[in-house]
C-alpha cells in the first residue's frame, strides 16, 4: 500500500512538473512564431499585486519562463531574476520524479536524493523573499 501511494505521489508531482515546463515551452514558442502575442503585453494576474499594487516575491516567474522558453536568457531575467533558478529546479525535480517511476533498483538512492532536494526548496524560498527585498527597495 506504501509503494502504491508513493508512486502516485511521484506520478502526480511528475506531471506538474512536466506540464509547468512544457506550458513555458509552448508559450515561448508561441510568443516567437506569432508575433501578436507578447505575454509583457498581458495583464497582470497576481492577485496580491492587484490588492496591493506592490509585486509579490513570484511576479514575473511566468513572464520569466516562457522567454526561457523560447531562449530569451536575457530577457527572461528582466522579468524576474531568479526565473532561471526556478525553473532549473523544478527540471531536477522532474527527472527526480521520472527516475524514481522508471528505475525501481535506484529508487533508495533518488529519495536520498530526493530529500535534500526538497531541502533546497527551503533554500529556494529564501532566495525568492530576499530577491523581493531588492526589488522593493528598487534594485
Known amino acids: 500500500m506504501g ?13 506538474l512538473c512536466l506540464g509547468a515546463l512544457l506550458i513555458a515551452v509552448i508559450l515561448g514558442g508561441l510568443e516567437a512564431l506569432w508575433p501578436a502575442f507578447k505575454m509583457g503585453d498581458l495583464p497582470v494576474a497576481c492577485a496580491f499585486r ?10 514575473g516567474l511566468t513572464r520569466a519562463w516562457v522567454a526561457l522558453g523560447r531562449g530569451a536568457v536575457e530577457e527572461s531575467l528582466t522579468f524576474h531574476r531568479l526565473g532561471w533558478i526556478v525553473m532549473f529546479y523544478v527540471a531536477l525535480q522532474t527527472i ?7 528505475v525501481e533498483r535506484w529508487r533508495k538512492a533518488i529519495e536520498r536524493a530526493g530529500r535534500w532536494l526538497d531541502r533546497g526548496l527551503i533554500l529556494l524560498a529564501v532566495a525568492l523573499f530576499a530577491n523581493w527585498g531588492f526589488v522593493l527597495a528598487g534594485q
Do not use: I
Open 3 to 15: 509503494e502504491a501511494v508513493a508512486a502516485s505521489s511521484h506520478r502526480l508531482l511528475l506531471g
Open 96 to 102: 527526480r520524479h521520472a527516475l524514481w517511476l522508471s
Open 50 to 59: 492587484r490588492v496591493t499594487g506592490t509585486p509579490c516575491p513570484g511576479c
